[in-house]
């Protein structure tokens, strides 16, 4: 088995975005049994991003190895006072190496320098390795909803912490 490359975080560059939104079609399709409804949420959230952007107070991170987008975080601002962490995503050949712990620190660092004081998030209940980042992180289980989205029946957990 070859060793893997480094993984460098970056700023997105054309193409990324698309990418991203490619990424969580093709893996959640292939992985969970999404159907094509959750690539359009992702591609809603990515445009909304992209035409509301505020530098001073969002961001998103590319992770990149091997010259290949394989994963991404987004921190978008909800209000002045909290951060929202959107769309993690690693593609199956960069997990096990801690990069959605660091892509998740970085968020988090982000945030907190930026004076937000409160960061949430929304996931689903079956999402075992990032619902455990989430713990490690601090991030505290507010609310569990059941609903059918996504071809799929699913139960919808809303997740914060204080910055």
């Known amino acids: 088995m070859r060793k893997k490359s480094p993984v460098k975080l970056r700023a ?21 049994g ?5 690539e359009a949420l992702v ?5 909304g991003f992209v035409r509301n952007f505020d530098a001073r107070h969002e961001r998103c991170w590319t992770a990149e190895m091997d010259r290949e ?13 909290v ?7 690693l ?17 988090i660092r982000f945030a907190r320098a930026v004076g ?9 209940s079956h999402l075992l390795a990032a619902r455990a980042i989430y713990k490690v992180e601090n991030f505290e289980l507010k609310s569990r909803q059941r609903q059918a989205s ?3 029946k699913l139960v919808a957990e809303v997740w914060e912490m204080a910055l």
Not at 83 to 89: F, P, S, T, V
Not at 91 to 104: E, N, V, Y
Not at 116 to 124: C, D, E, I, P, S
Request: glycine share 12%; aromatic share 12%; proline share 2%.
């Open 12 to 32: 997105p560059r054309a193409g990324d975005m698309g990418r991203v939104v490619q990424m969580h079609g093709e893996l959640y399709a292939r992985e969970f």
């Open 34 to 38: 999404y159907d094509w409804t959750f």
């Open 43 to 47: 591609a809603d959230v990515v445009a």
């Open 69 to 81: 987008v394989v994963g991404s975080i987004f921190l978008v601002r909800k209000s002045t006072t």
């Open 83 to 89: 951060a929202k962490l959107r769309l993690l995503i």
């Open 91 to 107: 593609h199956p050949g960069a997990r096990g190496i801690g990069l959605g712990k660091r892509l998740t620190r970085t968020c």
């Open 116 to 124: 937000y004081t409160k960061m949430v998030l929304w996931t689903q």
């Open 150 to 152: 996504f071809g799929k």
